[in-house]
């Protein structure tokens, strides 16, 4: 009988405990996914819509990276250089260009490196 009495006290404090745990990680798992919505919602306020790209569409390169020997400076070059053709859309974010021989870049350009063509406003 004694055997019984002192095997029922362990289970009733092991079932204690359990209960305990199973508590513990319920309001663990609830603050942590209060705090992945509020990094979300902070990561999010940074992003914006991709813009779609298409074939034969005119756009124009910005000079960002661009190497010009006959500009002496920086501060002067323009921020983007002529109407350019895309050739083809190569991923989401990556365009294929139709560039001049005399440019010596590589002509899959991300699509952070370009701007749509606006045609000039005739007064």
Do not use: C
Not at 28 to 36: D, E, F, N, S, W
């Amino acid at each position: 009988m004694k055997a019984d009495i002192r095997r029922k006290g362990k289970v009733e404090k092991v079932m204690e405990f359990v209960e305990r745990m199973r508590k513990v990680q319920e309001e663990a798992g609830a603050i942590l996914r209060k705090a992945q919505e509020e990094m979300k919602k902070q990561a999010d306020k940074g992003k914006r819509e991709v813009e779609e790209w298409k074939k034969g569409e005119k756009i124009m390169l910005s000079t960002k990276d661009l190497v010009f020997k006959e500009r002496p400076t920086k501060k002067l070059t323009e921020r983007y250089v002529r109407p350019y053709i895309i050739e083809e859309v190569v991923l989401r974010n990556t365009v294929k260009l139709k560039l001049p021989t005399f440019m010596r870049i590589h002509p899959v350009v991300n699509v952070s490196q370009i701007v749509r063509y606006r045609e000039p406003v005739k007064r």
